[in-house]
């Protein structure tokens, strides 16, 4: 790491002991120093002492050892030491001044002036203090500005949290910050110790001259609009755009280069989330027992989470997958910890496919509330597996939704997707399937399940408000496409997208949950309530977006020297090349601004029962034909697909 030709490597990689040793040798040096400069300056002397001024020289050294490491001068790390250190350095010189004059004034030697015993600590100051400047400059400062390695950063917020990650880019050879970019006229044009501050349009021709690779946003506390209005603008420059935590991160008042980090979700859906509706989010929750099956998942996860701060008596963990139930179990206790939460978290290991274990669920916690998010969403996996689609999807929520009917449970919310909108693969099928069953039951006042069960019996009377939410992808979730892309690119590409037109609709999984909750407490029973998420998202632009913020270009027929390829894959089994929220026109509103009641056509529980009944032992049975006839006679708008296994390029 040069610096004007002078490399610090070899001298940071001392041994404590051997930089204390080389600094207490500078004091000493400089000591004496100072006292030849005194004498020079009181009487003119620039020759070797004379008559007893030797113990003058002497002295010098002798006082500044004891006291400097009596005060810890020895124990700072010069490059990172700040007012707390020069303040030590001062009293320390204040010290050293005190019993520097008093000998003088005591001994009283011959041609050793009282003045020097006023000058000589002045000049000491000034030496040691420049040199604890230089040595923070130098191996801290200017190594970090003036490294010529691949890390060369501007900093875009000139504010408390910029100022703030400079200093700890002070602390770390990763970066030389090269300036802060600003919006405010006020701050352009000036400096932050000693580095120039830009305005916004500055920043292309600084990115050439000066060679930047980097961008970090330090502006955690700007809104959504201004934030995405400056990616937008960062968007085409050859550099690798990234944030800093938001503002609670940044509440302790430290930061370090560990805390950057990439461009959240929210940045690279191009839009403001959509803001929750408070009074509708505490609804159901307080004081109650609410369960989420699913609980492992992204949505699920998320769902909990955003219930625990609405303070529930008790949160019901249902997860069939050991691991994600750990995680997330460990996750909620730890919150509870931290925020002192009075809430009793339970993790159960429970399939969906397990009425039984249900329903002694259900029986033994009492949940006012059930969300039920346990399902399997991925398109070409179900496509090739779909009686595991059927029987999971579409009879898991049956078995839910009649565990918490018999139990009693007040709201049950449905987490459905958009793809259960005329779908073309038997994914959106099993979810819109899943629809109807609570469509249909949210319709009968008592339900029986005879052709379903031999054993039901008697007839079971429907309390429960039914409720569906439908929304678009959620960007970050497992299997999604950010994650994906992310991949990619730390492999080096290509990013790979089924096809150049196709579009889909995002959401954030805060957005997600949130909607999930709002729309339960808006329920009145069978609901299908969407989300207003605005105009869909073409994946391409998505890809080529993550490449340019990644501080990359794109390699195609017209940049064939570019860093990364988007490659066209083809669509996948059932794969559409868009997606629709609604099945009918003229949805209705809510009590949510963004949030809109659906119209739609549902079959009586009568009428779907024996279809039910039927499609279940087809999926026993693996009978696949008689299984898509099923769900094609129901389900508006679809028809059987052929059923292929899919590559393995086409599942990644």
């Known amino acids: 790491m040069p610096v004007s030709g002078i490399s610090v490597a070899p001298l940071l990689a001392l041994p404590r002991p051997a930089k204390r040793l080389a600094v207490l040798a500078l004091d000493?040096?400089?000591?004496?120093?100072s006292v030849w400069s005194a004498f020079y300056l009181r009487i003119g002397q620039t020759g070797l002492p004379q008559y007893q001024q030797i113990y003058a020289y002497l002295l010098a050294?002798?006082?500044?050892?004891?006291?400097?490491?009596?005060?810890?001068?020895?124990?700072?790390?010069?490059?990172?030491?700040?007012?707390?250190?020069?303040?030590?350095?001062?009293?320390?010189?204040?010290?050293?001044?005190?019993?520097?004059?008093?000998?003088?004034?005591?001994?009283?030697w011959n041609g050793v002036p009282l003045s020097v015993g006023l000058i000589q600590p002045m000049i000491f100051l000034l030496l040691v203090g420049a040199s604890r400047a230089m040595a923070r400059f130098w191996l801290g400062g200017w190594a970090a500005?003036?490294?010529?390695?691949?890390?060369?950063?501007?900093?875009?917020?000139?504010?408390?949290?910029?100022?703030?990650?400079?200093?700890?880019?002070?602390?770390?050879?990763?970066?030389?910050?090269?300036?802060?970019?600003?919006?405010?006229?006020?701050?352009?044009?000036?400096?932050?110790?000693?580095?120039?501050?830009?305005?916004?349009?500055?920043?292309r021709d600084v990115v050439e001259r000066m060679g930047?690779?980097?961008?970090?946003?330090?502006?955690?506390?700007?809104?959504?609009?201004?934030?995405?209005?400056?990616?937008?603008?960062?968007?085409?420059?050859?550099?690798?755009?990234?944030?800093?935590?938001?503002?609670?991160?940044?509440a302790s008042g430290r930061v370090t280069v560990r805390d950057f980090r990439e461009l959240d979700v929210e940045d690279l859906l191009g839009r403001t989330p959509v803001a929750p509706n408070e009074a509708l989010l505490a609804r159901n929750h307080a004081g109650k027992t609410v369960l989420v099956t699913g609980a492992g998942g992204s949505i699920g996860s998320e769902l909990c989470r955003r219930i625990m701060l609405e303070k529930p008596s008790r949160l019901v963990l249902v997860e069939h997958n050991e691991f994600g139930l750990?995680?997330?179990?460990?996750?909620?206790?730890?919150?509870?910890?931290?925020?002192?939460?009075?809430?009793?978290?339970?993790?159960?290991?429970a399939s969906v496919s397990n009425l039984g274990r249900l329903r002694e669920i259900c029986r033994n916690h009492r949940p006012s509330t059930v969300y039920h998010a346990a399902a399997y969403k991925h398109v070409p996996l179900v496509e090739c597996n779909p009686s595991e689609g059927v029987l999971n999807n579409v009879f898991g929520t049956l078995n839910m939704a009649r565990a918490a009917m018999e139990s009693g449970v007040e709201y049950f919310v449905l987490v459905s997707t958009d793809k259960a909108v005329r779908p073309t693969n038997v994914m959106g099928a099993t979810k819109r399937m899943a629809e109807l069953v609570l469509q249909a039951l949210a319709a009968s006042q008592a339900v029986t399940f005879d052709l379903l069960d031999r054993e039901a019996g008697e007839m079971v009377g429907n309390r429960t408000i039914f409720a569906m939410v439908r929304f678009g992808n959620v960007l970050g979730s497992s299997g999604?496409?950010?994650?994906?892309?992310?991949?990619?690119?730390?492999?080096?590409?290509?990013?790979?997208?089924?096809?150049?037109e196709v579009t889909r609709y995002f959401m954030t999984i805060p957005e997600a949950a949130q909607l999930v909750l709002q729309a339960g407490a808006m329920a009145r029973g069978g609901e299908v309530f969407v989300l207003d998420m605005g105009q869909p998202v073409k994946i391409m632009d998505l890809a080529r977006r993550m490449i340019q913020l990644s501080g990359l270009?794109?390699?195609?027929?017209?940049?064939?020297?570019?860093?990364?390829?988007?490659?066209?894959?083809?669509l996948r089994p059932g794969e559409k090349l868009y997606e629709e929220l609604l099945i009918g026109d003229n949805p209705e509103g809510t009590a949510h601004e963004r949030i809109m009641k659906a119209r739609e056509d549902h079959v009586s529980w009568s009428e779907l029962e024996p279809l039910l009944a039927e499609i279940r032992l087809a999926a026993e049975q693996q009978d696949q034909q008689r299984m898509l006839e099923i769900l094609s006679l129901l389900v508006h708008g679809y028809g059987p697909q052929p059923v292929e296994v899919p590559s393995p390029m086409a599942l990644n």
């Open 61 to 108: 050294p002798v006082l500044v050892v004891p006291i400097f490491v009596r005060l810890g001068l020895y124990r700072a790390i010069f490059r990172y030491t700040g007012m707390a250190a020069l303040t030590s350095t001062v009293k320390a010189v204040g010290i050293y001044a005190a019993l520097f004059f008093g000998a003088l004034l005591l001994f009283k």
């Open 145 to 203: 500005k003036y490294y010529d390695g691949e890390g060369r950063l501007l900093i875009y917020g000139a504010g408390e949290a910029g100022v703030q990650t400079a200093s700890a880019l002070q602390t770390s050879r990763q970066f030389a910050l090269l300036g802060f970019i600003d919006d405010d006229a006020s701050k352009i044009g000036g400096r932050i110790n000693g580095v120039d501050i830009f305005g916004l349009d500055e920043v």
């Open 553 to 570: 270009s794109v390699r195609d027929e017209r940049n064939l020297g570019g860093d990364i390829e988007i490659k066209v894959t083809g």
């Open 212 to 250: 930047v690779t980097d961008i970090l946003l330090a502006i955690p506390s700007l809104g959504r609009v201004q934030r995405n209005a400056i990616i937008a603008a960062l968007r085409e420059l050859p550099v690798h755009v990234r944030t800093l935590p938001g503002m609670l991160d940044l």
């Open 28 to 33: 000493l040096v400089l000591s004496i120093f």
């Open 326 to 349: 750990y995680t997330i179990h460990r996750e909620l206790e730890d919150l509870c910890t931290e925020h002192g939460l009075p809430i009793e978290v339970v993790p159960l290991l």
């Open 480 to 500: 999604s496409v950010v994650p994906l892309f992310r991949r990619q690119l730390l492999e080096g590409g290509p990013l790979t997208v089924t096809h150049q």
